[in-house]
């Protein structure tokens, strides 16, 4: 179905709600949930998959790390269709802020909740079989609940159509803009904290793995409430870049508390919080990529820069981990070592705000303005 087909289903979702496409939606937010859940697993179980995959040589476990972004980026994408078919529209901002809130949710639960799982009831093994029937689950189940819709008009289009409204997206450079400032605001939490974060509570600050464990979860926590309430302060306010860039200066502050900041100076969980709450600014730009294109075209927006967020989160990842190694010459993972890795994470959130400077602003009070 081509994007404009799609543009015009929407219209009777834009006044009323759809039962049928919000029940998908739930469906969908729950497909959503537990991809972040085997997104952020891993870093509780860096021990045991080094020893089964290594951490230089292991192309299998990217594959499968590729593979979990994927439906991830998917699952995003198809969550805000339905939400835009089953939901009045003055409620997709809210519907988008609630879905991220399900995804970090999950990262949350990846961590704290598959801790004790792996090392008591069931082994790392069975944890990914588990999770991947319940997933299987999910999807079966939403595939069947989500409404079918008149396929006429998309199959009397060429194929080569549905690619059209990519053109309009991919030569607008706020379309670029609004991916690399999302994406790079991303890094911190997806690569630093949920993949990372537990080895530099570990390793760094000498945290037992327990505590470890919680308090990198408490990054994804932030992202819960951070993504409703900044998404809420933006529509409130009628401005986009303020609060992108609000969000960009918490995310420094807790980056260069974590990292320069003697252990202990903070409550515990208080700067990782900071860290995820400030990072629900990168769901910002989703609606200002949306708001910079044409409406045929708001579909492939979504999905183009859903895919320059995870490609950035899928080459940085495994570049940080060789990163880490090279700066380790060899040796244990230290404080230092993290610390120095992680200038990468404080450079990206400083040229996101830079890039977002260069956002047009698409905020309700910009359109009133004379």
């Known amino acids: 179905m081509n994007a404009t087909a799609i543009s015009a289903q929407r219209v009777p979702a834009a006044s009323a709600f759809h039962a049928a496409f919000v029940v998908a939606w739930a469906f969908c937010l729950l497909f959503y949930f537990m991809e972040y859940v085997v997104r952020s697993a891993p870093s509780v179980m860096l021990p045991e998959l080094t020893r089964a995959f290594g951490l230089s040589v292991s192309w299998i476990a990217g594959i499968g790390r590729l593979m979990q972004g994927a439906g991830a980026a998917f699952a995003f994408v198809g969550a805000v269709y339905l939400a835009a078919h089953g939901l009045p529209a003055r409620y997709l901002a809210t519907a988008i802020g609630f879905t991220q809130c399900f995804g970090m949710l999950g990262g949350a639960a990846g961590q704290f909740a598959a801790a004790p799982l792996i090392h008591g009831a069931i082994d790392w093994q069975q944890f990914w079989l588990y999770s991947g029937v319940v997933i299987l689950v999910i999807a079966v189940t939403m595939f069947i609940a989500t409404p079918r819709e008149d396929q006429t008009q998309g199959s009397k289009a060429g194929i080569w159509s549905t690619f059209v409204p990519y053109r309009t997206v991919l030569t607008n450079p706020q379309s670029y803009l609004c991916g690399l400032c999302a994406g790079l605001l991303f890094l911190p939490t997806t690569v630093g904290a949920m993949t990372w974060g537990v080895s530099l509570m570990e390793h760094g600050w000498h945290v037992d793995y327990v505590h470890a464990v919680d308090r990198a979860a408490s990054v994804a926590m932030g992202w819960v409430f951070g993504c409703p309430i900044l ?32 252990p202990g100076t903070f409550p515990p969980y208080v700067l990782g919080f900071v860290l995820g709450f400030g990072s629900g600014a990168a769901m910002i730009p989703y609606s200002t990529i949306k708001e910079v294109n044409p409406d045929h075209a708001k579909g492939s927006a979504t999905g183009a820069m859903n895919f320059l967020v995870f490609v950035m989160s899928a080459l940085v990842g495994p570049a940080f981990g060789w990163l880490l190694q090279r700066l380790a010459g060899g040796a244990a993972l230290s404080l230092d070592v993290f610390v120095k890795a992680d200038s990468v994470f404080v450079a990206a959130i400083v040229i996101a705000a830079m890039l977002a400077l260069f956002l047009k602003e698409t905020g309700s009070a910009a359109h009133k303005a004379p």
């Open 231 to 262: 998404g809420y302060l933006a529509d409130h306010i009628g401005r986009r870049k303020p609060v992108v860039l609000a969000g960009a200066a918490l995310m420094l502050a807790a980056m260069l508390g974590i990292n320069y900041l003697p």
